[in-house]
Nanobody, 123 residues
């Protein structure tokens, strides 16, 4: 079991940066792939970025490639999402999730979820 708590969301202007953090507790963090999802108003929850257990491999949705960077620190049981050049369309609730059993880019493998943190980007 993994418990996840996100932080770092907020209200920013277009072009600004934010760094989201997700603190994990439980014994399986280092053996879990980690991902960041987001749900915009009226839309489904989508995988934005994911990172493998070792941190050596990453996945990004096309909409955030070149702007967002996912990283993890297994010693601190924390995963990060650095978001640069934010756009109004990045406005969403961002969720941290853990995938203990399948490959990091498999959305269906994420079975542990945080409660989410709101990111609002104004124009």
């Amino acid at each position: 079991q993994v418990q996840l708590v996100e932080s770092g969301g907020g209200l920013v202007q277009a072009g600004d940066s934010l760094r989201l953090s997700c603190a994990a507790s439980g014994r399986t963090f280092s053996s879990s792939a980690m991902g960041w999802f987001r749900r915009a108003p009226g839309k489904e929850r989508d995988l934005v970025a994911a990172i493998s257990r070792s941190g050596s491999s990453t996945y990004y949705a096309d909409s955030v490639k070149g702007r967002f960077t996912i990283s993890r620190d297994n010693a601190k049981n924390t995963v990060y999402l650095q978001m640069n050049s934010l756009k109004p369309e990045d406005t969403a609730v961002y969720y941290c999730a853990a995938n203990p059993y399948s490959t990091y880019y498999s959305s269906s493998g994420y079975i542990y979820w945080g409660r989410g943190t709101q990111v609002t980007v104004s124009s």
